[in-house]
């Protein structure tokens, strides 16, 4: 049997070594359109040097028995004859895996901004981001507060803007925003909320209204859209990603789809997400199910962001029109969680100093995987000790 990955990224790497930890032998070839050994994506807006950090060695790849071809785009897949076409040669596949993954969102108004996705963007981004240099982002989302902080810790002069009232808005609820928007402008961020940002270029920004700011740089950081052409083209099922069921089969027989690329169900809706963790477990159960293993996928979406000495951490999927609750995490962090309608923690999130919040969010993530139920009141008291409530979930 072959099975064939196309994307060498968090999930295709997880996917190709998982097949040989799970004792298959046959063929595996996992082609990446990028030159470089496979390698982190997380540390490329939190680490100033932009040295990127390989997955694995070129030796793992080598003892593994997998075939790595890199720099190497996959143009076509041709479902009916069980082929892909990369570099104008054919590839036959028993399965196939797609792990393409996403890119940094573009739009006209912005196209000459720098965007940050690959090793490549963040060489370019490090190196506008010189102590004094004045720098303009779009977007306070994850990669956008990221890349402020960076720029902050290099003596950069940040702006951030924002077309909403609060940051981090799509990830978690307003109490956690509210925390890391403080400290963002503790750390001298000048922080535009409610910015309606309607054109801007590598130098400037301007906003509804006809106020313009001059930058050295300007960085867009609005989200990400998942690299789905080859699938579309093929025929494949698309929908905000590649519609995959529970066990990450696309619409096509044998082929699979799986990491920030897909769509798939969870709790009752379909999912995308933009995670390592995700990236990395789907990568795995991908691996798993292309085997011949049924089982359905139905691990918790976790994330994590740093900025500062600032970890935030979340579990679960918040639902908007729920009721918030809250405890104090430490002298400076806060935990927020959601209570479902059959009394169950639903999902959490923390931010603060990493040793105020890590340990306190990984007993919530753990009671939401059991289900446990509980009333509000009780985990917002600070006195309650989280780990008792685990002792007896
Ligand atoms: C700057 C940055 C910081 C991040 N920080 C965090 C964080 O703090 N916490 C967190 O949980 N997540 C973070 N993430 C998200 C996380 O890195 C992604 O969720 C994860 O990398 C997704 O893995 P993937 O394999 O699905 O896709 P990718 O890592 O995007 O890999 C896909 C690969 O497929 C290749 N490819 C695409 N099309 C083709 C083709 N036709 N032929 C061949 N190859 C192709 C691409 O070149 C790419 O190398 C961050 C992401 C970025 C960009």
């Known amino acids: 049997m072959r099975v064939v990955i196309i994307g060498a990224g968090e999930c295709g790497v997880r996917a190709a070594f998982s097949l040989r930890e799970r004792g298959f032998e046959g063929q595996v070839t996992l082609f990446g359109a990028e030159t470089s050994l496979p390698y982190e994506r997380p540390p490329l807006s939190k680490d100033v040097t932009a040295t990127p950090k390989a997955i694995r060695n070129l030796d793992a790849y080598l003892s593994a028995g997998i075939d790595l071809c890199l720099g190497q785009t996959v143009d076509r897949i041709l479902p009916g004859a069980r082929q892909i076409i990369a570099g104008g040669q054919a590839h036959s596949y028993d399965r196939l895996l797609i792990a393409t993954g996403a890119r940094a ?9 720098l965007t940050l996705r690959t090793a490549h963007d963040a060489a370019k981004i490090m190196a506008s981001l010189a102590a004094g240099a004045k720098v303009g982002i779009i977007g306070a989302g994850f990669i956008g507060l990221e890349l402020a902080a960076t720029a902050r810790r290099l003596g950069a002069d940040v702006t951030v803007f924002q077309n909403g009232p609060q940051v981090l808005a799509r990830a978690v609820p307003a109490q956690i925003g509210e925390l890391v928007a403080a400290r963002h402008r503790a750390e001298g961020v000048a922080l535009r909320l409610d910015a309606d940002v309607v054109a801007a270029d590598r130098t400037s920004v301007s906003l509804a209204g006809g ?5 050295d740089t300007v960085i867009a950081g609005i989200g990400s859209a998942p690299n789905v052409e080859l699938a579309a083209e093929a025929g494949l099922d698309v929908a905000n990603g590649i519609v995959v069921d529970g066990n990450f089969r696309s619409s096509a027989p044998d082929v699979f789809a799986a990491g920030d690329c897909c769509s798939f169900p969870f709790q009752g809706r379909r999912i995308r997400l933009e995670s390592w963790k995700a990236a990395q477990d789907q990568g795995d159960h991908a691996a798993a199910a292309m085997l011949g293993n049924g089982a359905t996928y139905a691990k918790l979406p976790w994330f994590w962001s740093d900025q500062y000495d600032l970890t935030l951490q979340v579990a679960g999927l918040f639902d908007p029109l729920r009721a918030i609750h809250s405890r104090p995490a430490g002298v400076d962090g806060r935990i927020v969680f959601q209570i479902d309608d059959q009394g169950q923690l639903a999902a959490a999130a ?3 100093p990493r040793q105020d919040i890590a340990k306190d ?12 139920a509980f009333e509000p009141a009780l985990i917002s008291d600070p006195s309650t000790h989280l780990k008792s409530l685990l002792k007896a979930a």
């Open 105 to 113: 969102r573009q739009v006209p108004t912005f196209a000459d901004c």
């Open 211 to 215: 106020v313009r700011f001059a930058f």
């Open 350 to 352: 923390g931010a603060g």
């Open 361 to 372: 969010m990984k007993i919530l993530e753990k009671l939401i995987e059991k289900g446990a």
